[in-house]
């Protein structure tokens, strides 16, 4: 599908104070200007990379903006945005689908409003139902606002030892736990191993699964850049898997799954210490838990880990919405949809799950 598609012409430009400010789409000869300006930009995220145009298109056939400011050759500001059309959960541009974070990279206020105002008219053109920016912070007080979600975020690896006096006592005494009933860990995940244990744990949630080839075409695109570790037990079966995003000083634990058999060997809260060993050992210092929903097991375990929970704004721009959507599981309108799914044979949810999930998002 092609990313021109009902877009409107990218002809635009503004007055930067460094000279005119053009507004350019992202292709592959541009690429590695992109990711040199998200490198360096403090604002930008793992999510800014040029990679997840070409995952977000060759797995989803979603048609993606990926827009960019420059002046006088420099760019000075970024800005994602796909599109998701379904008839279940309605048409969006959102920036960005699948990921945590999104919304402009910029050097300075002109450059992001700039993209900020291409993204309005953009969404206008293609009649949207609402545009939804994925911040790590508020940008814009009198937007609507998603209050669900929160990241934990903190600089706690260069801090670590073997002595574990960084985290929680609880926590290090499960950590304790899972080494004396024989657990280790291992990078050298096959794919096939990671996916049966993501896919089993979000069954068990009552949410699709993303299609393995996702995360396959994320491993090719991202190289060292991604890496999975997996739990074994002392059988060396494995038992609790993470897929970890590594960008500049930050490690970001993303993807997860675990057998049935994970609680009782402990194999959840080994998996995040051997996890922060490993980001360590790569030299980050700033260690990312992931997003949370509130009121799920999942937020509640990241603050036992000592984090604590920072609102994402989701800000929206509505346009044939009247409300900020709630496509998500908290949802009541969703409970019988989940009963279902949980109940389903877990190799019909794999199959069904690409075509619910790719409109999700």
């Known amino acids: 599908m092609s990313d021109n598609a009902g877009a409107p012409n990218l002809s635009s430009a503004g007055t930067g104070k460094e000279g005119l400010l053009q507004i350019r789409r992202l292709d592959t000869a541009n690429a590695a200007r992109w990711d040199a ?16 145009k070409g995952i977000i298109d060759d797995i989803f056939g979603h048609p993606a903006f ?31 689908p699948f990921c945590s974070y999104g919304g402009v990279a910029a050097i300075d206020a002109e450059a992001a409003q700039v993209l900020e105002r291409e993204a309005i008219e953009i ?17 814009h007080a ?22 574990m006096r960084v985290i929680p006592v609880k926590r290090r005494n499960m950590v304790r736990k899972g080494m004396k009933l024989g657990l280790a860990n ?38 060292r850049d991604c890496e999975i570790l997996t739990v074994l037990d002392p059988q060396k079966r494995p038992v609790s898997t993470i897929m970890t995003f590594y960008f500049r000083d930050e490690a970001m634990a993303y993807y997860a799954g675990e057998s049935p058999a994970a609680r009782d060997l402990a194999a959840n809260d080994y998996k995040y210490w051997a ?18 929903k509130q ?46 799914w949980k109940r389903l044979p877990i190799s019909v949810c794999n199959w069904l799950g690409p075509y619910l999930v790719r409109s999700l998002g």
């Open 123 to 139: 969404a206008e053109s293609l009649d949207v139902d609402h545009l939804e920016v994925r911040n790590l912070v508020q940008r």
């Open 37 to 52: 300006f998200v490198t360096a930009c403090p604002d930008a995220t793992f999510f800014h990379r040029a990679g997840w």
């Open 186 to 223: 291992t990078i050298e995940t096959p794919l096939d191993v990671f996916f049966d244990l993501y896919a089993k744990n979000v069954h068990q949630h009552g949410t699709p699964a993303l299609p393995k080839r996702y995360f396959a075409k994320i491993c090719e695109v991202f190289g």
């Open 295 to 340: 009121g799920t097991g999942s937020y509640e375990f990241k603050k036992l880990w000592g984090f604590d929970p920072q609102p994402l704004y989701y800000e929206y721009r509505l346009f044939r919405s009247r409300e900020v959507p709630q496509n998500n599981p908290m949802n009541p309108k969703y409970r019988a949809m989940i009963a279902l």
């Open 66 to 96: 990926f827009l960019y400011a420059e002046s006088d050759g420099r760019i000075r500001s970024v800005l994602p945005l796909v599109q998701v059309k379904s008839r279940l959960f309605g048409h969006s541009l959102v920036s960005l």
């Open 142 to 163: 009198d937007w609507p606002v998603q209050n669900l979600y929160s990241t934990f975020r903190k600089p706690i690896i260069q801090e670590l030892d073997e002595s």
């Open 275 to 292: 996890l922060l060993m490993r980001a360590k050992e790569r030299g980050s210092r700033i260690f990312d838990f992931g997003r949370g």
